[in-house]
């Protein structure tokens, strides 16, 4: 008989599972899986003997297990390559800033979105990531950080896949991080990013739990958009702008918009001119990303020079800008590298 995996059941659930038992053990179960990174039940030491014996006959604790790791030399990235129990893998990245250590997980095994300068994409979707699993991503790597007294402090879920189309085991993710016996993170602690799902931006609204939101633009126009990515087809960019600065009005949280600079593509003062315009009066911060190559995609990264003159145009038009601190380029850091070399 295939064991019941526990991993990724809130104490709520554990209790519906477990309903022959007191109460009380299902939140013991929960503290032990989650907060002390139990995988077996033998590690749940303030269970009984007998008890913990005859859960391992119908229960597993299974989380996402490490099949590779590459760190950046620098030391301030670490790249994991997760195996999940049907042998799928699914890429997670450690950043360690100043303020403190950040980590972006997956949200589906391969992506559907079809972004031409993205390696996510190049094999296609798979399917939709369980709470369990993104949950999973984020456990394993607050588990590696405590054997040095640390712990994740943010999370970004920006790696593979687009999380709003699968939505409701993202909200389930959040709510269960967010839970004392877990890692009781703040959602003002959390990013989701997506390529602009209008729908799944409206009901992360309805959550009113206060994330912060992160859209990916990469282009100010429509006729770029849709040549760099097929969703805007779909999703146009004035409605998906719109949609952001209903957001942002709603929850008070300003949004971030996510813009890859592309060598002599999207790079451009005339570029910059057209993001100005388009964003004039939003309660938004612009993230310029400098690209990271992908072998597999005929793109180049941008001038330190074009990068200095485009971020320069933006905040001296009334556009908050950044330029992301470029982190594990010497380990393929760009989202979906690791997992097709590793297929």
Do not use: W
């Not at 910059?272 to 315009?277: H, M, N, V």
């Not at 001038?303 to 320069?312: A, G, I, L, P, S």
């Amino acid at each position: 008989m295939q064991k019941i995996n526990l991993f990724g059941m809130t104490a709520e659930e554990l209790r519906d599972e477990l309903k022959d038992l007191p109460k009380f053990r299902s939140k013991q179960i929960a503290g032990g899986i989650y907060g002390r990174g139990a995988r077996t039940f033998d590690e749940i030491t303030e269970l009984p003997k007998n008890l913990r014996e005859s859960l391992s006959e119908r229960y597993e604790i299974f989380s996402p297990q490490p099949v590779e790791q590459l760190d950046s030399e620098d030391g301030l990235t670490t790249k994991f390559l997760l195996a999940l129990e049907d042998g799928a893998v699914v890429e997670t990245v450690l950043m360690r800033h100043d303020y403190g250590n950040g980590i972006c997980i997956s949200s589906q095994v391969g992506c559907q979105m079809g972004c031409k300068f993205c390696a996510s994409t190049l094999k296609g979707f798979e399917r939709n990531l369980t709470a369990g699993e993104m949950l999973g991503e984020i456990i394993f790597i607050n588990d590696f950080l405590k054997n040095s007294g640390q712990k994740v402090d943010t999370l970004v879920v920006m790696g593979t896949g687009e999380p709003l189309t699968n939505f409701d085991n993202l909200i389930k993710m959040f709510r269960l991080l967010h839970e004392p016996y877990t890692l009781g993170m703040s959602y003002r602690k959390i990013t989701v990013s997506t390529c602009g799902i209008i729908p799944g931006i409206k009901k992360l609204i309805e959550e009113n739990i206060p994330v912060t939101l992160s859209i990916s633009l990469h282009a100010p126009t429509d006729k770029l958009r849709s040549a760099l990515m097929p969703v805007n087809s779909a999703f146009g960019i004035s409605e998906v702008v719109k949609a952001g600065d209903e957001y942002a009005q709603k929850t008070g949280r300003r949004v971030t918009y996510e813009y890859i600079l592309l060598g002599g593509v999207n790079d451009s003062e005339e570029h910059a001119r057209q993001l100005s315009k388009l964003l004039a009066g939003q309660l938004a911060n612009v993230n310029l990303i400098p690209y990271n190559p992908v072998n597999e995609r005929d793109f180049f990264p941008p001038t330190r020079h074009d990068v200095q003159k485009f971020f320069h145009f933006l905040n001296t038009h009334g556009i908050n800008a950044t330029v992301r601190k470029e982190f594990g380029s010497d380990i393929n850091a760009a989202c979906g590298q690791l997992r097709n070399k590793h297929l």
